[in-house]
């Protein structure tokens, strides 16, 4: 790639987070921008600018310097930066800077440079060495009791095996070669493990390789960690092997993806899957002579009414039955999926107007027939929202299908409606409510519209004490009572000046009230928060004007995987202020795993629809079981939410999870209402437990980062 021109715009350069440098044929730097001053730790009158490269590189590395600099005066081709390959350099202050390096070759008015840009990922390496350190103790400490040893030579051999190593790998005969390890190994694995052997050998380094076994009954999976043996004079003579069983881990690894793409409650695709099976099926249909599809939205009517006066747990058991009686009125080919709350989706293609128009009544008919919970039974409806479309727009369908749902609500439900476009006086709606919103946050803190807070325990159940609060909003304007204020507040933008009115009356309430100074407080905060610029120094001056600590408040991070990449920059900030971070509603598809490695987090809630299973025992134990031993091995505590009976908590104290939140507990209260003791409670959280037990500080965070 040529390029030509004078030295690069000193602004535009400069606002490149990354080192860009340019370097004429001579290896002499003739420009560089801000960030490579900051990079190189320039200092004073000191300057890049007029050093020669070889400046920057230890004196050890020159000679691969001058060679990768030799090949690519070779080519005028550029050289993009590869996360396989690291350079290591030299800054200002004499210590040694880890970088990729991407070069393009150009002019510079007639003379031939190269401009270069350098990535810094120090800080990276420095944390993944850390990470790898802590991962081989936490192996050597608590699974050395389940691990199989033996000795692997360079040439192949084995050696030293041990009774679990051989027991473990299915072996009932003499392990004396790889090959005899490699056959115990299913084919479609087997050639991984003798190539990641063989290229650990020509590196002379360590390996990991996970394979699944042959021959078993039920899919079992090892590990197998060879650490490299060096000898005194002979240098590298093979590695030593460790053998982990890994199936229950990889087991739980596939638990964890199937639960960001399905409903852990009904088992159906949840809204994620539902989109990625529409965009399959559009990929596959694209080209078919039918290529209809209809959508139907079912939302039941007044489901949080139903939820209220028979409780969560019984309104998850009707929720299952409505998801059987929809699949059991679709057909095989249909996509049925829960995409929120109460609200499924259906997908049916290549139909005509009278097919929809069946399937439609089919679903209103379904729930005709009453639920039955034990001691009663509950009658429900739904309101069915219709639209049509072709499947390379289903994005579009399946947003009109919500809109004509929610249509038909007002109507008294038990409606289908057809989207039309007539449908914007919907809209109108909105903005109506949105409207009365707006009036509610003016007449804070003492209007009649004007919101309240109420505060809902978390308790470590084992020693008997309230070790939190977590404040949550009451709203009783009569146009908001009958929707999702935050959900709401969400989609129309309104969070961000709610969630500042309602953190300026929590906050105050919470610092003056009678409260052991351990205890903290929970705040939720969702992405668009965290991206408002005055958001962290509004948290700060709030809580300086109640005189309250920022080590007091947890913040729980909802919808975390909708959170931008520039969301990282707030949280570290909020860190550095002191802040607790806690992520919310884990394994409800908005809280995922791979958040628990990505933001620095001290404590889980587990959602409370898991909770809800451990009474139907079987899966639902099982899920909650590896949850709780997962977030534990990561260092971090476990909130249980949600919990509504005493088998619930028995259950979860049994696996080892103390914190927990729910009506089993305390409702939520105003602040003066709020019992400091377990004593107080409604109830008593177990057997033994006295109002003078002892304060226990979870280990983290505060033991219980969460909200319910």
């Known amino acids: 790639m040529a390029m030509a021109g004078a030295l690069p715009n000193q602004v535009l350069a400069d606002a490149i987070p990354d080192a860009l440098l340019v370097v004429d044929m001579n290896g002499t730097i003739r420009f560089a921008n801000a960030a490579a001053g900051a990079i190189f730790r320039v200092s004073g009158d000191d300057t890049l600018v007029g050093l020669a490269v070889e400046d920057l590189i230890p004196a050890a590395r020159r000679t691969d310097h001058m060679q990768f600099r030799s090949a690519a005066a070779r080519t005028v081709q550029a050289r993009p ?48 060495a850390l990470l790898d350190r802590a991962r081989r103790w936490l192996a050597a400490t608590t699974e050395v009791a389940r691990v199989g ?116 409650l009904t088992n159906l695709p949840n809204r994620a899957m539902f989109s990625q099976m529409l965009a399959e099926r559009a990929s596959v249909r694209r080209h078919m002579p039918s290529d209809e599809l209809a959508l139907l ?7 949080k009414t139903v939820n209220e006066q028979v409780g969560h747990g019984r309104g998850d058991r009707v929720l299952v039955e409505v998801a059987a009686r929809l699949l059991q009125c679709t057909g095989p080919e249909d996509i049925v999926a829960r995409v929120a709350a109460d609200e499924f989706a259906i997908a049916i293609s290549g139909v005509s107007g009278d097919d929809v128009k069946a399937a439609a009544e089919r679903v209103i008919a379904c729930f005709e027939s009453p639920f039955s919970l034990e001691d009663q039974s509950i009658r429900l409806s739904a309101s069915v929202g219709v639209a049509t479309g072709t499947h390379a727009s289903y994005e579009l369908i399946r947003r009109n299908a919500s809109t004509a749902a929610e249509a038909a609500k007002p109507l008294g439900g038990r409606r289908i409606s057809y989207f039309a476009p007539t449908l914007a006086d919907d809209q109108n709606r909105r903005h109506r409510t949105e409207r009365a919103v707006q009036q509610a946050l003016a007449d804070i803190p003492s209007g009649v519209n004007a919101p309240r807070m109420v505060y809902q325990p978390i308790v470590d159940v084992r ?18 009572a009958t929707i999702d204020l935050i959900e709401f507040a969400e989609e129309t933008g309104l969070i961000v000046p709610l969630g500042r009115r309602l953190f300026g009356l929590a906050i105050p309430e919470f610092a ?32 300086g004007a109640s005189s309250l600590s920022p080590e007091r408040v947890v913040l729980e991070l909802t919808e975390t995987s909708a959170m931008p990449p520039e969301s990282s920059r707030v949280i570290s900030a909020l860190q550095d202020h002191g802040f607790r971070l806690a992520v919310d509603d884990f394994g409800s598809g908005h809280a995922s795993l791979s958040v628990l490695s990505s933001l620095p987090v001290s404590s889980v809630k587990i959602d409370r629809s898991f909770v809800a299973g451990i009474d139907a025992g079987g899966r639902g134990r099982n899920m909650v079981a590896t949850i709780v031993r997962l977030v534990d091995s990561l260092g971090l505590d476990s909130i249980a939410e949600g919990v509504e009976t005493a088998g619930q908590r028995d259950f979860l104290l049994s696996i080892g999870c103390e914190l927990m939140q729910g009506y089993f507990f305390a409702r939520p209260s105003a602040i003066g209402q709020v019992p400091s003791e377990v004593a107080e409670l409604p109830c008593r959280v177990a057997a033994g437990v006295t109002s003078s037990a002892s304060f226990k500080s979870p280990r983290r965070s505060l033991g219980a980062p969460g909200a319910a």
């Open 81 to 128: 930066m590869s996360p396989d390959l690291i350079f290591v350099t030299t800054r200002r202050d004499g210590s040694e800077l880890s970088c990729q390096i991407g070069l393009s070759r150009g002019m510079l008015g007639d003379e031939d440079v190269w401009f270069c840009v350098v990535h810094d990922v120090s800080d990276r390496l420095e944390s993944r």
């Open 149 to 264: 040893t033996a000795e692997l030579s360079e040439s192949g051999l084995l050696g030293a095996v041990s009774a679990r190593f051989s027991e473990l790998v299915g072996c009932r005969g003499d392990l004396t070669t790889l090959g005899d390890l490699a056959s115990r190994i299913e084919p479609s694995d087997r050639n991984r493990l003798t190539t990641t052997v063989r290229d650990a050998q020509a590196a002379r380094r360590n390996f990991v390789v996970q394979a699944r076994l042959v021959e078993s009954d039920e899919p079992r999976w090892i590990r197998l960690t060879g650490d490299a043996i060096r000898g005194s004079e002979a240098g590298f003579v093979g590695w030593f092997l460790i053998c982990q069983d890994v199936t229950l881990q990889r087991q739980a690894e596939q638990m964890l993806i199937s639960q960001s793409l399905y409903d852990p």
């Open 297 to 303: 939205s079912v939302d039941i009517d007044r489901f």
């Open 463 to 480: 020693h008997g004490r309230v070790v939190a609060l977590e404040a949550l909003a009451r709203f009783p304007h009569p146009s908001v």
């Open 512 to 543: 003056a009230a009678p409260l052991e100074e351990k205890v903290q407080l929970h705040l939720n905060v969702s992405p668009r928060q965290l991206m408002d610029p005055g958001f962290v120094r509004e948290l700060t001056e709030t809580l």
